[in-house]
């Protein structure tokens, strides 16, 4: 689990951060690879060595260098790039982490095998049938293809099928994928009849909900048995479809209908949130962001931490750490002996996101509370004291949004020192915060955001690499030259 992660997270490195040129011998890579084909990693390519590339020499397939975080030593995985942003659209599932000085090889014998010597295979595509050749489509699909008779091509497998943190213009997004932030915290699903964000937690809890896009249905409505609902990047929309002619939902992007041309790209960011571009020759212009506030996503204040609507980041506890509120916790309090907790009572908080949140109507708050503490799965519940409502939160606390007193949290907390051991219940009644502290945490919470802030940079620095509001560095046409030389500073 943290190895794949940190497999992943290396591609949250920032380009802009590293001044990097990296040089591209054109002449030197071909438009497809036929089997037979084997190239080792040649690390005298500072950031980025081409191995493939598409027709239009706007993608390429290779080996790209970047590293996770400043103490994080540069890892290596196999990627399709967009050349002038030096963006990375697809990259291959590794099972752990390789570093850049790996001497690893990607060979071609039918199927696409990234191996090194000492470990042998580190990711293939599937042996199921031999291919004759791989190519890079001028989408950016990657494909392994077995050339027919005739002019036929059967498609065996293409990348465009195994999303990473990305889909592009025309790919089709199906219930049999998911897309994944790179440091794998969030995932994006299409579901029946709708597409959804859920933040992915560790220790077997299911992921949980926290944005949801059902289709509208306006020009064509969702037939039962009629087939699966997909969705794909369109010219300024994201549409789902059950088949080819007409969509049961378009979600319009900024740029909806104005006939703007650029290559189209989503992705689910590290911030957790959905953000669609296109590329207007110079930056990815954002284009859509689907969630407007970051308090709608749930971890945006951290573990038990208070998002204000109004700007600042506090902590349940009413404590003003500028860090962290409370250690972020996993699993659930079922194990034989682990049935001990704390608990923190908390009024005026809410979560971000109730329509998809499990209710019941209850008689009290009493009752609400009670029903989390004897049920081990339960980590909290917020009663609303208007409607009678009760939201059991069946996961560890992430952040929850200020509200009015009428709402009112209780939450179950670790025994700090771990382990426990002891079979009788401790119940700590931590604190029960009014409206007092709230008023002080916020205030201190505009600090403590903007240190969080820098210390997210980053992160947010890579993936706005070369994204609007940011300023480009030079930019070199590609296409022009044999020998390429990309500088982003
Ligand atoms: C290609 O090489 C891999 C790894 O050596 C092997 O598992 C696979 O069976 C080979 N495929 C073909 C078609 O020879
Ligand atoms: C991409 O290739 C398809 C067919 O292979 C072609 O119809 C289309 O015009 C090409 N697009 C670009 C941008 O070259
Ligand atoms: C997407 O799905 C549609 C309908 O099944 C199909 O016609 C189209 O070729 C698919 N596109 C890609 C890129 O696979
Ligand atoms: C596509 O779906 C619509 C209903 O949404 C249906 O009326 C139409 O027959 C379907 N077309 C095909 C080719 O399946
Ligand atoms: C792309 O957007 C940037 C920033 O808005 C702008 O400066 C630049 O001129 C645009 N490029 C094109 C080709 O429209
Ligand atoms: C605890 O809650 C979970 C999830 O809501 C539920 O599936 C389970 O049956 C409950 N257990 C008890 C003992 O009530
Ligand atoms: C909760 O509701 C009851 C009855 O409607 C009311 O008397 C009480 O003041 C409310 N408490 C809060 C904290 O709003």
Redesign the pocket.
Known sequence: MAAAAKVLSFLTASFLLVHLVTTVAASSVGHEIRRGFSAGHDTSYSQFQPLLADPTGVFSLGFLRAAASDSDSDQLNLVVLHLASSTALWHAALARPLLWEAPVSLSFNGSLVLSDAETGILWSTPAIDAGDRLVLLNSSNLQVQKLAAMTAVVVLWESFDFPANTLVQGQNFTSAADVKSTDQRFSMRVEESYLALYMELPGGTPPVMYWRHAAMEAKAEIVAGGGPIYAQVGEGFLGMYQNESAPVDVLPFKSFNLGIRGFRRLTLESDGNLRAYYW????W?KDLEAIADRCDIPTSCGAYGLCDYSGGCGCLDGARKADRCLPAASGDFCAAGANEFGILRRKGVDLANKVLAANEKVGSLEECEASCERNCSCWGAIYNNASGYCYRLDYPIQSLVAADESKEGYFKLRPSGGGGGRSRKVKVAFLAVGSLVLVGTTTAAVVAYGVRRRRRGVTARVEGSMV?GLTPGPYKDLNSASFRSIELS
């Open positions: 207007n020759g110079t930056i212009a609007e």
